[in-house]
């Protein structure tokens, strides 16, 4: 095997109470393309922003050539040590032209004539890595297309100016490149190994690792599980390794066939396959995060495309952005979406809300003294509850989710499991997004995403992590 | 037609049109004395828009540089003139404080709107502290180098093509310059490049502050006396300079050359409203509807670039 270019040993990395990455050892070689696969929150980003410097581990050692480094392994030092990253959010500057955001990542680009050197460094590399990319070193960011970004990001990010390229990390790189460039780019990942630079790609696109990588590593719960050569895997047996083994399923016979349908939306992203979810039915969107399960959910919100029988609520999964007021009581950020049920004579009817609220925080336990205190007051998962009981509280019948149970602790989740299915039972519909598959367990159907469109439908039999993965992870035929 | 450069033409049209307008009302202006005359407070003016422009290029907004441009104005009439050397030191000190508030409001995570908001008052503060009534006396050179006489241009016009094109290399050009502007353009992008988002904000903030320094200096060189008043109006000329020059509040999209093409038409606006016999009282109100006018083209103008 040849000489390697870093290694990781026991990195560990913990966020609060979450503990992303749990002792991950990892070798890459030099002139290797390591494939790096494994579902959402498996660990695979953090990784990432440890290997390219921008965060820091709670423990483990990092060696860079068979040498320990031992100064703080900042991004500097990466950047230094030759360690290139190409995040999924792009990290372009969209204000400077494409020359200028090569300079951002050089160091020795400066001094008279750097803009000069910048251009001829960009434009060869683009010429190189994508034939006919049409795109001016000139170009500001903000003009081109998201697939001409991807490019450049790409292509600077295998730029040298003195020092060697060690490793290049590329994340989802193809996720914007049309057919021919992301073949362009993969034929491209074997000549740069060819000459001695390391790579690692994480994708989505089981066809692409198979295809491109030499060894493939599987990540699951923050750490591998298993690290074989590449053709040493299938794509069955990769997506066996990255679920867990099978679930017991407590779930009862599929009920609700014949009951009215409540929600029909298309997804407006792509596809021609409908979501349907009918009175009484819990159903989840699963699928890789990001391939269009929250705007499927504001599509219904916004009724654009979809239609509903009864009145909507919405819980919104980023608490701080998107669900709670701030500088409100508990009490009223309960009851604000039902303000209109609560008017008496054009006010609001200030004891039936105080009754509504109070009345909430016993069903939802809301582990406060007082719902007049702040909001803040709460807990992460109390908070939620509150949302929870804004939504609940309402006359809405049918009642969206968007992944509503981000950082909240096992107990809390349990207790809101409870409180939907005997909101359900009850005759409310609710639609789901959920990143945790065991919550998958929860629904009576589920529709699986992949670019905003809607790939599977599974029933009640089929809510399994391997058939959810399955229809994620699709083949690509280029 | 490229809309980028229909943009980027925008402020230079602007004051042409403006320049156009107060030769039709007043053709005497047209004249080397006539210019000058006008133009004369358009230099501390543009050189408090580069202030705020640097401020601008990180995201932030200063709404401390008026009364800060008076405070240097009253150190310049004070301590400069009876002291030198201890009056420089005053002015450098004051160039450190603006590097300090960056670095507070960076590390801090403050809005500095608000941060700068309050130290309006306390630049405010020292000034009246200083000097509590106008007075104190302009150190000769000043004086000398604002009313310098330059063949065929005027001074004014002169002095604003150099601050222009300075910041101009040393800001859109200068290797540097590309990650200042970054810095506004994507923080996140920046530190994972491996740069230091304090270094970069401090150094912009201390830029501000030499900028705030040079416009009050060359304030009090007009002016030849202090006053801590004398610049109250700077915080919103300098913030209306930078957009009516293409810059935009945030995402790092600045111009120099623009900025002080703003600066140059909003000095002009007042002379040509005084021509039009429109009370003072109504100048800042009028100046404010030009301002909307233009940006309402820009908007225009953009409107059409992301329909293409």
Redesign the interface.
């Known amino acids: 095997m040849a000489s390697e270019a870093i290694r990781l040993d026991g990195v560990e990395k913990s966020f609060g109470a979450v503990r992303a990455l749990a002792g991950v050892d990892l070798t890459v070689a030099a002139g290797e393309c390591l494939g790096l696969v494994g579902h959402n929150g498996a660990g695979k980003s953090t990784l990432m922003h440890v290997l390219?410097?921008?965060l820091t581990p709670s423990a483990g050692t990092l060696a860079i050539a068979g040498k320990p480094y031992d100064r703080q392994w900042?991004?500097?030092?990466?950047?230094?040590e030759g360690v290139r990253?190409v995040?999924q959010e792009?990290?372009?500057?969209?204000?400077?032209t494409v020359a200028?955001?090569v300079?951002?990542?050089h160091r020795p680009?400066?001094?008279l004539g750097?803009?000069g050197r910048a251009r001829a460094l960009i434009r060869q590399k683009l010429d190189e890595i994508f034939p006919n990319h049409g795109i001016s070193p000139d170009d500001?960011i903000a003009?081109l297309a998201i697939g001409q970004r991807q490019m450049a990001e790409i292509a600077r990010a295998f730029t040298v100016t003195d020092g060697k390229l060690r490793l290049v990390i590329l994340d989802e790189p193809t996720s914007s490149l049309d057919a021919v460039s992301a073949q362009q780019l993969l034929a491209y990942v074997k000549r740069e190994t060819a000459r001695g630079a390391a790579v690692i790609l994480i994708s989505h696109l089981l066809g692409e690792i198979l295809s491109t990588a030499d060894r493939i590593v599987v990540m699951k719960d923050g750490k591998t599980v298993a690290d074989r050569k590449a053709s040493g895997f299938t794509r069955n047996s990769l997506v066996a390794a990255m679920g867990s083994e099978a679930r017991e399923h407590k779930r009862g016979a599929a009920r609700m066939a014949g009951a009215e349908v409540m929600v029909s939306a298309q997804p407006r992203s792509g596809g021609t396959a409908a979501l349907e979810a009918r009175k009484g039915e819990i159903v989840g969107l699963t699928g890789l995060a990001g391939h269009g399960q929250t705007r499927m959910l504001l599509q219904i919100y916004e009724h654009r495309q979809a239609s509903m029988k009864g009145a909507l609520a919405f819980i919104a999964g980023d608490r701080q952005s998107d669900g709670v007021f701030n500088l409100w009581s508990i009490g009223r950020n309960i009851t604000t979406r039902s303000l209109a049920a609560l008017r008496k004579g054009g006010l609001i009817d200030l004891a039936a809300e105080a009754r509504l609220a109070g009345e909430w925080k016993q069903r939802m336990a809301i582990r406060t003294p007082d719902v007049n205190n702040n909001i803040l007051t709460l807990s992460g998962g109390n908070q939620q509850k509150a949302l929870f009981a804004r939504a609940l509280a309402s006359d809405a019948a049918i009642i969206l989710m968007d992944d509503p149970m981000r950082g909240v602790d096992i107990g809390t989740k349990q207790e809101v499991y409870a409180m939907i299915r005997a909101e359900a039972e009850k005759g409310r519909t609710f639609v789901w997004y959920t990143t945790e598959i065991e919550e998958l367990t929860h629904c009576d159907r589920a529709y699986v995403f992949r670019d905003g469109a809607i790939a599977a439908s599974l029933g009640v039999d089929e809510l399994t992590e391997e058939k959810m993965l399955q229809a994620s992870f699709a083949e690509h035929t280029a | 037609m490229n809309r980028?450069f229909l943009r980027q033409a925008l402020p230079f049209l602007t004051l042409a049109v403006v320049l156009a307008a107060t030769f039709y009302v007043q053709p005497r202006t047209m004249s080397y004395f006539g210019l000058n005359l006008m133009l004369q407070y358009a230099v501390p003016i543009a050189l408090a828009t580069i202030a705020q422009m640097f401020v601008i290029t990180v995201n932030d907004l200063d709404l401390s540089i008026g009364p800060f441009v008076g405070l240097v104005s009253c150190i310049g009439a004070t301590l400069l003139f009876d002291n030198p050397a201890l009056g420089v030191l005053a002015l450098l000190a004051m160039i450190a404080a603006y590097g300090a508030v960056g670095a507070l409001i960076h590390i801090r995570n403050l809005p500095s709107i608000v941060v700068t908001l309050g130290l309006s008052f306390v630049w405010l503060g020292i000034a009246v502290l200083i000097l509590p009534s106008p007075g104190g006396k302009s150190p000769e050179w000043l004086k000398a180098i604002m009313n310098v006489h330059v063949p065929y241009a005027p001074f004014p016009i002169i002095a604003a093509i150099v601050i222009g094109v300075v910041v101009h290399l040393a800001l859109m050009?200068s290797?540097?310059g590309?990650?200042a502007?970054?810095a506004?353009?994507?923080p996140?992008?920046?530190?994972?490049?491996?740069?230091s988002m304090l270094k970069t904000k401090v150094i912009m903030y201390m830029l501000a502050g030499f900028f705030g320094v040079l416009a009050g200096l060359a304030l009090l060189g007009l002016t030849t006396s202090g006053d801590a008043h004398v610049a109250d109006r700077y915080t919103l000329y300098s913030i209306a300079g930078v957009i009516l020059g293409g810059g935009e509040f945030i995402?790092?999209?600045v111009s120099p050359l623009g900025a002080v093409v703003g600066a140059l038409t909003l000095a002009l606006a007042g002379s040509f409203l005084i021509f039009l016999k429109i009370s003072p009282d109504w100048q800042i109100g009028a100046q404010g509807a030009i301002l909307i006018i233009v940006l309402a083209l820009r908007a225009l103008v953009s409107y059409g670039e992301q329909k293409r």
């Open positions: 390219s410097g921008n900042t991004a500097a030092a990466a950047q230094a990253c995040f792009l990290s372009l500057c969209p204000n400077l200028e955001n300079r951002i990542v680009l400066k001094g750097w803009k500001e003009d | 980028r050009l290797s540097y590309v990650i502007r970054g506004g353009g994507n996140k992008a920046l530190s994972r490049a491996g740069w995402g790092g999209r």
